[in-house]
Nanobody
């Protein structure tokens, strides 16, 4: 059974930083692309960042480029999202997802999400 478990969310002031983690189990982690997406209540889920199976390729939404960094540790079956210079508009539930293909990823598995709240 595949499980993706996010952690690291919380409340932070604007300009602050958070690091999200997503621990994966039940799949061959080093063979899948990983992504972070976010959703505000009442709005569609939006892409944030993605990283290829080896970690050699990454891409970001324009809204987070230069502020967020996605990385992965295949030995630990974990993907991270380092978020800096946070803005109130970054407030959302953040989900990690695992999938096939690159750069267009077909996501097969999702975590339960972790809330990030940025106060002004």
């Amino acid at each position: 059974q595949v499980q993706l478990v996010e952690s690291g969310g919380g409340l932070v002031q604007a300009g602050g930083s958070l690091r999200l983690s997503c621990a994966a189990s039940g799949l061959t982690f080093s063979s899948v692309a990983m992504g972070w997406l976010r959703q505000v209540r009442g709005k569609e889920r939006e892409f944030v960042a993605a990283i290829s199976w080896s970690g050699g390729n990454r891409y970001y939404a324009d809204s987070v480029k230069g502020r967020f960094t996605i990385s992965r540790d295949n030995a630990k079956n974990t993907v991270y999202l380092q978020m800096t210079s946070l803005k109130p508009e970054d407030t959302a539930v953040y989900y990690c997802a695992a999938g096939r293909g690159w750069p267009k990823i077909e996501y097969d598995y999702w975590g339960q999400g972790t809330q990030v709240t940025v106060s002004s």
